[in-house]
């Protein structure tokens, strides 16, 4: 069965960095999106970015874009997300997902990592 494990989170300085990995495994096909996505303390799941296998990029949130990088390992299905710059407000569970679905149907991924969290302290 398809396995998704995200880790890398931890707790930093408001202006510091951090470096999340995603790693899928099981996938019957390669042809899959993958996306990070977050769940701030007491607020909804939001998008963050996703990818698709050739590389097409969607960042969710416009005022990320300058800070946050995606990247991904097709050989070895990771995904990595760099935060650079973190803010307070980046705090939130962090959550690796993937499914044969286009990015913009985030929402209706089948597969989810754990979730790993980032705290950014001020």
């Known amino acids: 069965q398809v396995q998704v494990v995200d880790s890398g989170g931890g707790v930093v300085q408001a202006g510091g960095s951090l470096r999340l990995s995603c790693t899928a495994s099981g996938l019957s096909s390669d042809d899959f999106s993958m996306g990070w996505f977050r769940q701030p303390p007491g607020k909804a799941r939001e998008g963050v970015t996703c990818?698709?296998?050739?590389?097409?990029?969607?960042y969710y949130i416009d005022s990320l874009k300058d800070r946050f990088t995606v990247s991904r390992d097709n050989a070895n299905n990771t995904l990595y997300l760099q935060m650079d710059s973190l803010k307070p407000e980046d705090t939130a569970m962090y959550y690796c997902?993937?499914?044969?679905?286009?990015?913009?149907?985030?929402?209706?991924?089948?597969?989810w990592g754990q979730g790993t969290e980032v705290t950014v302290s001020s």
């Open positions: 990818i698709t296998r050739t590389g097409e990029t969607t």
């Open positions: 997902a993937t499914d044969r679905l286009p990015c913009t149907m985030w929402s209706y991924f089948a597969y």
